[in-house]
């Protein structure tokens, strides 16, 4: 597995700069001789990690590049936040069609989530608790 360098590296000698110049997790995974079966999983966790390490890598369909304006840096985190909020929706579906099943004798008591613009936040957990 490569390192997070090699990754940075990679991606700065290829001129993967930019939203104009993304490489996919699968051409990543086969530059570094990593066997991805298909999902690439190896390599998408090797971006997450170099994120949470302070690089700046962006992604468009499936895709990935070094991040180098203001533009692409806020494309990124809307796109990052309307992904949240379509998983809390789905999410919130998934509690509500289970706890609204006719006859339902087993509901889940777990909360419902939603994104403020802080945090996300345990909606009507306070009252709950009290």
């Not at 390599?43 to 962006?58: A, F, K, S, W, Y």
């Not at 895709?63 to 936040?81: H, T």
Request: charged residues 20%; glycine residues 4%.
């Amino acid at each position: 597995m490569p390192t997070i360098q090699q990754l940075i590296t990679c991606l700065f000698n290829n001129n993967h700069v930019d939203r104009v110049h993304p490489i996919t997790a699968g051409r990543l995974a086969q530059h570094f001789g990593v066997s991805d079966g298909g999902t690439e999983v190896p390599i998408r966790n090797l971006i997450r990690n170099t994120i949470d390490q302070g690089e700046l890598i962006g992604s468009l369909n499936k895709a990935f590049y070094i991040m180098n304006d203001l533009s692409e840096v806020e494309d990124n985190l809307n796109s990052l936040q309307n992904r949240a909020v379509l998983i809390l929706s789905r999410r919130r579906n998934m509690l509500n069609n289970w706890n609204n099943q006719q006859n339902q004798e087993n509901p889940s008591n777990l909360p419902d989530l939603e994104i403020n613009d802080v945090q996300i936040q345990i909606v009507n957990s306070i009252e709950k608790d009290y």
